[in-house]
């Protein structure tokens, strides 16, 4: 027998020893997490042990890989899980602040045994494995005894190979299907190898409530995916599903009509993972819904893999609807002649034009110079009587209103004589130059 102590290591307490050789075998014995700050995850004392046995294993020209057993003791059990069988979901309980398992942490769907075969009571984790064969010469992956034969593991593979998962089975999580063992995905199967060790308690009962955090809805795989061989959960960095982008969807290149209402850019949009999970998603780039033109827009969704996908579209802001156009008055009277400029600018002014609600300018007001002169040419020779002249009314993008008619009324200033052409008198009550009125 040889004995092995380590100076890179703290001296081993007592009669210990950092490992001893044997017939060719080592063996090593008292580990603790002593680097380590106080309050670590039961993960980090683990990793923090497990350096150390490496350090130990390789002094004693060994290495992990060649380890035949391997006893791990637990001063602290946080966790317990319930299993509800009619439900087919787990729940995991912590300690409350009196020392009892009622804080809700996690909650899986299973797959529970047909027929009952998964027995209902309480029970203790006797021990773990990290592939274990089950019924029907298949393999289980992060196995967790619960009783007798009754284990938490993964869907089951056709060998111990991740690529060899049976899908189908994968696709009944959530539903009644094993031979009594509690059939959970990957991730869930770990979580519960990793964080609830040998001795944790394990509840089986019935209910119609699923418990205190619902059941989960279980991933489903396509069966026609080329990686349907693999639970997409499993964080085995071989497994192809990672490395797939997040999608986006309810985006594409769009045309709107001009408005002044705001865009809202996510609306109808949704990014989710590999695994169906809705992701956080940003928008870069902005819409004046107001101004037409084309706005380029660009999404991101970036998963908890660091997958990222960025796909850019263009909204194009069209005007196609026509400004509107309505009067103040329907007759513009005069009773002497006027330029066609002051005829024109009183059209003009009897014009109410609106554009997405707002008021347009005179500049966007059009008036047919044809008939205006004719009224204009009419007054100036004395012809009394009534002129239509067309007006309608073109916004910036050239759309064109309906057409109206203006009529102008032009009205002796003294009835009963045919000489409109002699000087007025300035008669009270008589409206001069281009005044209007309404009729």
């Known amino acids: 027998m040889r004995e092995v102590i380590l100076s890179s290591l703290p001296p081993p307490n007592g009669h210990y020893s950092h490992a001893v050789i044997f017939n060719g075998a080592a063996y090593v014995s008292g580990v603790l997490p002593m680097r380590v700050k106080p ?51 787990v729940t995991v309980y912590a300690l409350d602040s009196k020392g009892k398992y009622t804080k809700p942490v996690k909650a899986f769907a299973c797959s529970v045994g047909v027929n009952n075969a998964t027995p209902t009571g309480t029970f203790s984790i006797p021990a773990k494995y990290r592939w274990h064969t089950l019924m029907g010469g298949v393999y289980g992956q992060y196995c967790s005894r619960i009783h007798g034969g ?106 709107i009509e001009r408005t002044n209402s705001k865009v809202d850019l996510k609306k109808g949009v949704k990014a989710t993972d590999y695994r169906g999970k809705t992701l956080k998603f940003t928008v870069s780039g902005k819409v004046n819904a107001a101004k037409t033109g084309k706005y380029k827009i660009t999404y991101t969704a970036k998963d908890a893999k660091g997958n990222k996908t960025q796909k850019s579209i263009v909204i194009t802001v069209k005007d196609t609807k026509a400004p509107s156009i309505s009067l103040k008055r329907k007759t513009l009277t005069y009773n002497k002649a006027v330029s066609k400029e002051k005829l024109v600018s009183a059209i003009k002014a009897d014009v109410v034009a609106k554009d997405l609600g707002k008021k347009l300018a005179s500049k966007y007001v059009f008036v047919d110079a044809r008939e205006a002169h004719k009224a204009v040419t009419a007054m100036e020779r004395g012809t009394y009587g009534t002129y239509s002249v067309t007006v309608y009314v073109k916004d910036t993008a050239g759309n064109k209103s309906r057409k109206l008619k203006v009529k102008i009324n032009f009205v002796n200033p003294n009835p009963g004589t045919d000489q409109p052409d002699q000087p007025e008198p300035d008669t009270p009550g008589v409206v001069t130059d281009s005044a209007i009125t309404v009729q």
């Open 39 to 89: 309050g670590a995850s039961v993960k980090e004392q683990f990793d923090a042990v497990f350096d150390i046995i490496e350090a130990i294993l390789k002094e004693c020209e060994s290495s992990l890989d060649k380890v035949v057993n391997c006893r791990i003791y637990i001063a602290d059990l946080n966790d317990w899980p319930e299993i509800n069988r009619q439900q087919n979901c």
């Open 150 to 255: 009754v284990l938490f593991h993964s869907v089951f593979y056709s060998a111990q190979d991740p690529s060899r998962l049976a899908y189908n089975s994968y696709n009944r999580l959530g539903q009644t299907a094993s031979h009594g063992c509690v059939r959970l995905n990957v991730e869930d199967a770990k979580w519960i190898y990793d964080n609830c060790p040998v001795g944790t308690k394990v509840t089986i009962y019935d209910s119609k409530d699923p418990g205190p955090l619902g059941k989960p809805t279980p991933i489903r795989i396509d069966v026609n995916s080329p990686y349907r061989g693999w639970d997409p959960t499993d964080p085995d960095p071989r497994n192809p599903w990672l490395k797939l982008r997040p999608t986006i969807k309810g985006i594409k290149n769009k045309t």
